[in-house]
Every structure is written in C-alpha cells, then in structure tokens.
C-alpha cells in the first residue's frame, strides 16, 4: 500500500471519531500548529485532532498506532526547544479542551486536572482551602499541566519545593500501542518500579497522560522578598552562592541582568532600580518566627555581597510588583529585539559569576547582545540571545552562541537543560553529556515503549531514529535488555 493511501484511510478514520470543526486538515488550519514557543524549526502536520474526552484520545493513539503514523501531543504551545513541534506529515493531538479540574480533596492535598488545565488554575482553585500547587514556572499562566509533566517544569520557587516531578503523584496514561494504564497513584510511597518518574520529563516520548494527580502544600504563613541592585553581574552571581553557603534555603532566588530589567520595566514598570547591571530576588516563606529569623542573617549575607541598594518588599502588592516583573521579563524582551533564542542550561551555583562573567565575554565576542534571567537558586541560567532574523547570518550566530554556552555549562559541571527540555533545540549537544552506550540504553527504553517511534518522533534524541519494533514473547523491558528476569 502507498504512503498516500495509508495516508488517506487514517484521515478517513480520524473523521470518524471527530466532528469536522475539531478535525483540522486545511492549511490554514494547521499554520498555528507548525511550530511552538521556538519559531525557528517548523513543520506541517497532516492533521491537528482537538479531542474533547479521554476516550477520543485513545482512540485517536490507537488510530495512528494502527496506520503507523507518528503524532504529537500539544497544550498550549508554548515550549521552548521544539519540543512539541510537528512530526512533518504526522498528527497534532491538541489537548486543550481537556481541561477540567476532576476532583480536589483539601483534606488529602490533592487535585485531579486533565492534561489541557492552565497551570495556575490548579491553586486558583486550592486556594480558599489555604492550599497551592508549588510549581510556577514563568508561563504558569497559560502553559498546561500535561506540557509542565512532559517537560518536568520548574519554576521561580523550585530551589525549596524541587520540580513537577516533586508533585506529580500519579497519572493515568495512553501509551503509543493504544494501552491505557496508570502510574503511581494518590501517595508519595509507591510500590514497585518508579514508572511514573520514567514518564515525567521523557517529553512525550512515552505517550499521552489523560489525568494527572498532583500535591498539593498549604500557603506560606508570612513572605519576606528582598530585591539587591548591583553594579555588576558576577556579584550578583556569587551572592546566590554565598546565600546558600550561609545555610539559608530560601523559596526562589532569581537573576535579572541590565537588559531583561530594561525590557520589564517598559512592559509591567515593576519599579526596579534601572541603572542596576544585575537584581538579585531572594524570598524566604514559611512560619512567621522563622521567616523573622532567616530576614535578619539574609540581610547579613547580601549586605556583605556589595550591592549598591536593597528593598524590602513592605506587604503583598510590592511583592505581588517585584515578581510580575520577572514574570514578565521572557516575553517583556520581545521589546528589545524582534526575535530571540531562550538557552536553559544549568551550572553549579559555586560557578554562577563564573559562568556569567563568560557569557558576557560569548556575548561581545559574536556581537549579540545577551539578556539574563535565570532561577539563581539551583544554577538555571535562562540568557535570552537577541537578534533579527531579517539579517543574514544573525540566526546561525545566535545558535552558535548558544551552543557555546551550553558547552561551557556541560565544561563547569552542569548539564544542557534545566526544565525547557532537550527537544528539537539540545539534541544534537546530547553527546556532550553522554557517551554513546549511555544514550542507547535510553533508546532502547524508548523503544521498550513505542515499537515504532510514533510518540512525538525525532525529539531528544541526536540525529534521526529508526524505528525497531520489539519482539513479541518477552516483557518489553526485559527485551531491550533494561531489566532481567535471571
């Protein structure tokens, strides 16, 4: 049979599941799903499907399982290294409208949410019970919960309360063969092989989660944000070190160079010191006598860090101005330059200045300018490198230092991504992380999974794959030679 016919019953299939207005195969239909949050890589799907329920999903997976032909979930869209970018001529699963809070237990901490809920609706709806899901990363306001377990999201406040993957507790999943099952469950002890920690962060690769259980944490008694301006990046940087050497553990700790304050002042005019070259944001939380305590040995240490002025915020609004503008630094840069690449490695938080003293040198060797927003706390550097894609050259500059400084996070001890993902964007720097039996070893999982390779293909993974499909007999793990039965 020819590649168009299979193409055309899977079509003619998919229509039987969906109604026409949530069956997408027009081109202008399909042109704001050719790429995600990183424009630069595009590719056209045959389709786009907007499932409703779960049990479209699955019959949309097994459909695509049955013709052999790849597809990718989606939420919002807003992924940062082409992670849900298209498989060219594949099916786009857009998983919006499942996104319905399915159950929230105050009493044992939990909510249930589809995998197209908003990310900050989870504590919206926790909060009269004085409850909140820590997990805030800066698109928290539009990116969905499937999107943050795909890619294990962080956030502002992951230095204390750790990743999605922290307060992920169970999901229940369509894996690319069309099996439905469910991983973890409703407590932070589970039994047996940690499957669920296999599938948050595998970006995709191991299929669809349908519903999400999360933790939820009571709120914070009392907050204490300190905002430090400093005359030079690197201080800032060796500040964080010096908080955390000084056995403090603060909530969030976040950079901001002179150029991300510049373009958040114009777009929310949080109030930041404008001359500063670099803001340090430190917040501490929890019972209010401890909170008191930690302020007076925090003031200590940034007082010794040399910055040039230091604030208070005085109750919840100046707090609530002071985190907006970091909110808004990622999209507020769009103001200094019509496009730019978001890079997302991690150093150890001992080299901060180091590694930002060498960006600064990256960013005057190559002749871009470079704005740096980053959650100081756990080593996340976020430099946004500005350019214009209308110039010749600009943008294979701009992946070039890019590159470079992913190399110099993986030269200092740190790895290529701290919570974007390896998508499309860092696959190919795969190597520089790992030899290449580490590397099988994590395709041959894959493919302990999805035969075919039909979950999000051509992600993550350096250069192209071959789909191998496993035998039959054996446990799919087992067969990869991932576990043993001897």
Same mark, same amino acid.
């Given at each position: 049979?020819?590649?168009?016919?299979?193409?055309?019953?899977?079509?003619?299939?998919?229509?039987?599941?969906?109604?026409?207005?949530?069956?997408?195969?027009?081109?202008?239909?399909?042109?704001?799903?050719?790429?995600?949050?990183?424009?630069?890589?595009?590719?056209?799907?045959?389709?786009?499907?907007?499932?409703?329920?779960?049990?479209?999903?699955?019959?949309?997976?097994?459909?695509?399982?049955?013709?052999?032909?790849?597809?990718?979930?989606?939420?919002?869209?807003?992924?940062?290294?082409?992670?849900?970018?298209?498989?060219?001529?594949?099916?786009?699963?857009?998983?919006?409208?499942?996104?319905?809070?399915?159950?929230?237990?105050?009493?044992?901490?939990?909510?249930?949410?589809?995998?197209?809920?908003?990310?900050?609706?989870?504590?919206?709806?926790?909060?009269?019970?004085?409850?909140?899901?820590?997990?805030?990363?800066?698109?928290?306001?539009?990116?969905?919960?499937?999107?943050?377990?795909?890619?294990?999201?962080?956030?502002?406040?992951?230095?204390?309360?750790?990743?999605?993957?922290?307060?992920?507790?169970?999901?229940?999943?369509?894996?690319?063969?069309?099996?439905?099952?469910?991983?973890?469950?409703?407590?932070?002890?589970?039994?047996?092989?940690?499957?669920?920690?296999?599938? /948050?962060?595998?970006?995709?690769?191991?299929?669809?989660?349908?519903?999400?259980?999360?933790?939820?944490?009571?709120?914070?008694?009392?907050?204490?944000?300190?905002?430090?301006?400093?005359?030079?990046?690197?201080?800032?940087?060796?500040?964080?070190?010096?908080?955390?050497?000084?056995?403090?553990?603060?909530?969030?700790?976040?950079?901001?160079?002179?150029?991300?304050? #510049?373009?958040?002042?114009?777009? /929310?005019?949080?109030?930041?010191?404008?001359?500063?070259?670099?803001?340090?944001?430190?917040?501490?939380?929890?019972?209010?006598?401890?909170?008191?305590?930690?302020?007076?040995?925090?003031?200590?240490?940034?007082?010794?860090?040399?910055?040039?002025?230091?604030?208070?915020?005085?109750?919840?609004?100046?707090?609530?101005?002071?985190?907006?503008?970091?909110?808004?630094?990622?999209?507020? /840069?769009?103001?200094?330059?019509?496009?730019?690449?978001?890079?997302?490695?991690?150093?150890?938080?001992?080299?901060?200045?180091?590694?930002?003293?060498?960006?600064?040198?990256?960013?005057?060797?190559?002749?871009?300018?470079?704005?740096?927003?980053?959650?100081?706390?756990?080593?996340?550097?976020?430099?946004?490198?500005?350019?214009?894609?209308?110039?010749?050259?600009?943008?294979?500059?701009?992946?070039?230092?890019?590159?470079?400084?992913?190399?110099?996070?993986?030269?200092?001890?740190?790895?290529?991504?701290?919570?974007?993902?390896?998508?499309?964007?860092?696959? #190919?720097?795969?190597?520089?992380?790992?030899?290449?039996?580490?590397?099988?070893?994590?395709?041959?999982?894959?493919?302990?999974?999805?035969?075919?390779?039909?979950?999000?293909?051509?992600?993550?993974?350096?250069?192209?794959?071959?789909?191998?499909?496993?035998?039959?007999?054996?446990?799919?793990?087992?067969?990869?030679?991932?576990?043993?039965?001897?």
């Amino acid at each position: 049979m020819t590649a168009s016919a299979t193409l055309a019953e899977l079509l003619a299939d998919l229509a039987r599941i969906l109604p026409k207005e949530r069956f997408l195969t027009e081109a202008a239909q399909l042109a704001p799903y050719e790429s995600d949050a990183l424009t630069a890589f595009r590719a056209r799907p045959c389709a786009v499907v907007l499932p409703q329920t779960s049990e479209e999903v699955v019959e949309i997976v097994r459909t695509c399982a049955r013709h052999k032909v790849p597809f990718t979930a989606r939420g919002s869209g807003t992924s940062l290294s082409g992670g849900s970018l298209p498989v060219e001529g594949g099916v786009v699963i857009g998983l919006n409208r499942l996104n319905r809070l399915l159950r929230l237990d105050p009493n044992e901490r939990i909510a249930v949410v589809q995998p197209g809920h908003i990310n900050l609706r989870v504590s919206d709806a926790a909060a009269p019970y004085g409850l909140y899901y820590a997990p805030d990363p800066s698109s928290q306001p539009v990116s969905t919960i499937g999107g943050n377990l795909a890619f294990n999201s962080g956030g502002a406040h992951c230095l204390k309360y750790g990743m999605t993957s922290n307060h992920v507790l169970g999901a229940k999943v369509v894996l690319p063969t069309g099996e439905v099952v469910e991983l973890g469950g409703e407590s932070l002890e589970g039994l047996g092989p940690d499957w669920l920690g296999l599938f /948050v962060g595998s970006e995709g690769l191991m299929g669809i989660a349908l519903e999400v259980t999360l933790r939820l944490l009571p709120k914070p008694e009392k907050y204490h944000t300190l905002l430090a301006a400093y005359d030079a990046l690197e201080k800032a940087g060796d500040a964080v070190a010096a908080v955390v050497a000084s056995g403090l553990l603060p909530g969030a700790m976040e950079i901001m160079d002179n150029l991300a304050i #510049e373009a958040a002042e114009a777009a /929310v005019h949080a109030g930041y010191p404008t001359a500063a070259r670099a803001l340090l944001i430190v917040e501490l939380e929890g019972e209010a006598p401890q909170v008191e305590a930690e302020a007076e040995q925090l003031s200590r240490v940034i007082e010794r860090s040399g910055p040039y002025e230091v604030r208070v915020a005085r109750d919840a609004e100046e707090r609530m101005k002071i985190w907006k503008g970091r909110k808004a630094a990622f999209s507020a /840069v769009g103001r200094l330059s019509p496009d730019y690449i978001v890079q997302d490695g991690v150093v150890p938080r001992s080299k901060l200045g180091r590694a930002l003293a060498e960006i600064e040198r990256l960013s005057q060797e190559h002749g871009l300018r470079v704005a740096n927003v980053f959650h100081a706390g756990d080593g996340n550097l976020h430099p946004l490198i500005l350019y214009d894609g209308k110039v010749p050259g600009e943008l294979e500059r701009g992946e070039r230092l890019a590159g470079e400084i992913l190399r110099m996070c993986v030269r200092l001890g740190g790895t290529i991504t701290g919570e974007h993902g390896v998508g499309m964007e860092k696959k #190919e720097y795969m190597p520089e992380m790992f030899a290449e039996a580490d590397l099988e070893a994590m395709r041959r999982i894959r493919r302990a999974v999805d035969p075919l390779e039909l979950s999000n293909r051509g992600k993550m993974f350096p250069g192209g794959e071959a789909p191998a499909v496993t035998a039959h007999g054996a446990h799919p793990l087992e067969q990869a030679g991932v576990i043993s039965r001897e």
